[in-house]
């Protein structure tokens, strides 16, 4: 069986603001399920709160990484 499918690209910003580039990224997320599921997302508070959640993680990993590495000193 083979299975069909379609090309995505995806427009990344190089500049603008945090906020900015946070809504372009939880907007193409919106897009990327519709397509996937044949569905029309207009609230995305949930994808917005999994991308601040994920984001919050991976800084508090960056964090105690860089703890780690400079010996756990304040």
Not at 52 to 64: A, G, K, N, Y
Request: proline share 3%; hydrophobic share 30%; net charge negative.
């Amino acid at each position: 069986m083979s299975i069909k499918t379609d090309p995505i690209t995806f427009e990344v910003p190089s500049n603008g603001g945090y906020n900015y580039r946070f809504n372009e990224c939880v907007e193409q997320i919106a897009k990327l399920i519709d397509r996937y599921f044949d569905t029309d997302i207009e609230d995305v508070t949930r994808i917005n709160d999994l991308v601040d959640q994920e984001i919050v993680s991976s800084w508090r990993r960056e964090r105690d990484n860089q703890v780690e590495i400079n010996g756990g000193s304040r």
